[in-house]
C-alpha cells in the first residue's frame, strides 16, 4: 500500500504531557495490551545511567516506556537476546507490538526471517522518526555531575520535558531532595553533546523514507500551526502508516483524535524522515577533546566565541547553565 500520513493526539491530557510528542505511542501500546499482547519498548535503568529494552504485558508497567530516551540502548532482556524474547513470545500466539529504532526493526525483521518465523501476523512494529542516540556514557557523565552539583540522587529524568507545553524542548532532573534541575535541552551540556556527537552508523542510516521496515513511524510533528486541524500545545506526532496493518492497528485505537494530511506538510518539515543527519563540523574536535577531558570541557571548547562569553558572564552572576 502507498503510506498515509496523519497528524495525531492523544485524547488523554494527563498521559500527552508524559509523552514526547502526540502520546500515540502510548496509544498504541495501551490497545495492544488491552487485547492481549506483549509490548517490547525501551526503559531507563534505575539509575537513569543507560537504556534498555523491557518486555511489558500490563497497563501499570507502561509508564516505563513514556518518553524519548536519546541514548544508545541494550538490547538484551533477563539474560536472552529482544529478537529472541520476540520470537518466543510470537512463537506462543501472543500478539506483540515492538517499539524501536528504524534499524532495530530492520534487524528484527532479518532476525525472524532468518529463523523462519510463522507468525509475522501477530507482529506489530513502531519505529520513529530517527536521528540517532548518543553514547550512553555522555548521559551517565552528565548525571553524575548534576548529582554531585545538587547533592542528591536522581529519581526522575526527561529530555523531552512539556515545561508547560510541547515547545520549547526542556531537559528535567528531580532530585530525591526535592529538588529539579529544569533548562532548555539544547542550553545543557547534555543537550549540546546530542547535536555533536552522534552515534557513527547514523551518518549513513539506510532506514529513511520509504525504506522504514515498520508498519508505523511517529515522530513530532513540527510546523504545524495552532489554526492548523490536529494543533495540540500538548503535543501532536506525525504518524505515518506503512503497511495495511499498521492501517488496521490506527483504525481500531479509541481516545486518539487523527487527522490525514499530505506528505509535504507532514514530513516536510522534519528532514530526519528522510535523510541521514550531518556530520556537526564540531564533532572531531568534540570527540577529541570528551575522550581525555570529559562533557563539560568538550563542551565548552566546541561553542562559539560569542556562546563562551555569555556562558562565562552567567557563571560569574551565578548561573550555571550545564
Ligand atoms: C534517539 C531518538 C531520536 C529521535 N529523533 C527524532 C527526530 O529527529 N525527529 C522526530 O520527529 N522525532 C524524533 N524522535 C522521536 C520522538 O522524540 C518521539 O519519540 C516520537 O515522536 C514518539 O512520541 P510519543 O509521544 O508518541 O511517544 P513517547 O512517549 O515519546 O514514547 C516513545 C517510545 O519510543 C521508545 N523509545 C524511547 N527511546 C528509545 C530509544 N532510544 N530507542 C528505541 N526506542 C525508544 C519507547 O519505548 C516508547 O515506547 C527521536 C526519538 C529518539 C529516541
Ligand atoms: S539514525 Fe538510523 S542507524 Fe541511527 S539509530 Fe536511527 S535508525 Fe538506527
Redesign the pocket.
Known sequence: MNEKYYAAYLNNEEQLKL????????AI?EQIILSGGVVF??RYSNDFFC?KYVKIDNLENLSL???????T?EKVIDGVGVFKSVYNVLLNQRKVLF???PC?IGNLISFLKKNKCQDFDKLVTLD??????IKAKVQKEYIQFLEHKYNSTLVDFSV?YKHPYWKPVYLRAVFSNGKEHIKPLYSTDFGRAFRIYGTERCYKCKYKDANHCSDIT???F?GLLPEDKGYNRY?T??LVTHTDKGEKVLNRLSNVMIFEYDKEKAVGN?P?YYESRKRNEKFYKFEKIYSYKGLHKAVFCTRNFPSKIKYLLNLFLGKRPY
Open positions: 509523552s514526547s510528542s502526540g502520546g500515540m505511542a502510548y501500546s519498548g525501551i537504556a516506556l513514556n518518553g524519548s530516551k536519546y541514548i540502548t517499539i524501536g529504532t532495530d520513529f522518526i530517527c536521528q540517532g542516540p523531552r511517529l515522530g513530532d513540527w503535543g506526532s506525525v522534519n530526519m
